[in-house]
């Protein structure tokens, strides 16, 4: 690694107070080749104007104006993707990290040849500028996040880091880019579990102007991430969510199906087999917008994935009930052989349409 160039990220809502201010220091302090790209989710007090204004003056500054989406993850994936150098470095807009850490981040980066550097609010004991409530829940949540990393990492939570853009690229869809704590998406995925990792200390401050994002929803969105890595460990989380649609749908058939009994609309036959078919295509859907949604089916491709779905869950019915009737035949209680029947047939269908239908996940 021998660049010398940085592309620094820094995501923006509504804090046109501080970015002239960021410009400054870093146009100031960074010592090396530098573009500043911010990623602004639609700001409604004049920080788009206030970013394109300085765009003009110097062509180093880069907006992108995001309209419909939201979310600091997703933010910062959308500037490092789009960075023009190798080494990207992320930076919260509130000014709380030190822009002298963009230096000594790439110093370390490039002496070490490292694929991510963290600038860690915790190593060596920093006093931090954060109120207790958030400094207790910083820790806490690194030392729940030790139950998941390979690694030994002092703020595997922090909001400020260098990536490396190729590696970043080659785990990108790996990442939920979910909240606001994207650096532990990123390690704790497959691929970044592998990656060259340090620290560097911070000296954390004092916030400039604007208020803080940190809101309940962005903390359960963390919950949801940390919960599915962690299951991630030890069962694939696809067919976690395969199996969480398959009983939606066992919910759903019973449901539409006492329906159309109960108004007798059609027969038992005709009710079951309409019955079967909603509820095929209703999990199909879910499990293209949510299991898979990383191979997200669409067009003509959408009804042909729903075409395969749908022939091999048929077979799977099938399979459920000769595991079934087979358990019987050996002195299998009724319930226990449904059961494994039942779970049979989810193997079966996942581990097809994992590989057929949604192939290139």
Not at 213 to 226: A, M, S, V
Not at 237 to 244: A, D, G
Request: aromatic share 14%; with cysteine; glycine share 4%.
């Amino acid at each position: 690694m021998t660049q010398k160039s940085i592309s620094i990220v820094c995501p923006t809502l509504n804090e046109v107070n501080n970015v002239e201010a960021i410009y400054s220091k870093i146009s100031k302090i960074v010592s090396y080749e530098w573009e500043l790209i911010f990623v602004d989710d639609n700001s409604q007090d004049g920080t788009r104007k206030k970013v394109e204004s300085l765009s003009k003056k110097d062509r180093r500054v880069r907006l992108i104006n995001r309209v419909g989406r939201k979310g600091l993850a997703s933010a910062a994936s959308e500037g490092i993707l789009s960075s023009v150098f190798d080494l990207c470095v992320l930076i919260d807009a509130d000014l709380q990290h030190d822009i002298n850490n963009i230096n000594t981040m790439t110093n370390l980066a490039l002496k070490k040849s490292l694929d991510v550097v963290v600038s860690s609010r915790f190593k060596n004991q920093q006093i931090l500028s954060l109120s207790r409530n958030r400094e207790n829940m910083s820790r806490i949540g690194n030392n729940l996040i030790d139950l998941i990393l390979n690694r030994k990492l002092t703020d595997p939570l922090s909001g400020c880091f260098l990536i490396n853009k190729e590696k970043y690229i080659q785990l990108h869809h790996e990442l939920f880019l979910s909240g606001f704590k994207i650096l532990f998406d990123i390690l704790s995925s497959k691929s970044g579990r592998l990656l060259k990792v340090d620290e560097v200390p911070i000296k954390f401050l004092k916030r400039r102007s604007g208020a803080s994002k940190l809101r309940k929803t962005i903390l359960l969105q963390f919950l949801w991430t940390f919960c599915a890595r962690y299951i991630e460990k030890y069962i694939p989380l696809t067919f976690v969510l395969f199996c969480i649609v398959g009983s939606l749908g066992y919910c759903l058939h019973y449901f539409i199906l006492s329906y159309f009994l109960d108004n007798s609309f059609a027969s038992f036959s005709i009710a079951q087999l309409t019955t079967s078919y909603i509820v095929m295509v209703s999990n199909f859907w879910l499990n293209n917008t949510y299991t898979f949604g990383q191979s997200k089916l669409s067009g003509i491709e959408f009804f042909i994935g729903l075409f395969k779905f749908m022939f091999f869950c048929s077979f799977g019915a099938f399979f459920s009930l000769a595991i079934s009737s087979y358990l019987l035949t050996l002195e299998f209680s009724p319930i226990v052989s449904g059961m494994l029947g039942a779970v049979s047939a989810s193997l079966w269908n996942y581990v097809l349409n994992f590989r057929y239908t949604w192939k290139n996940i």
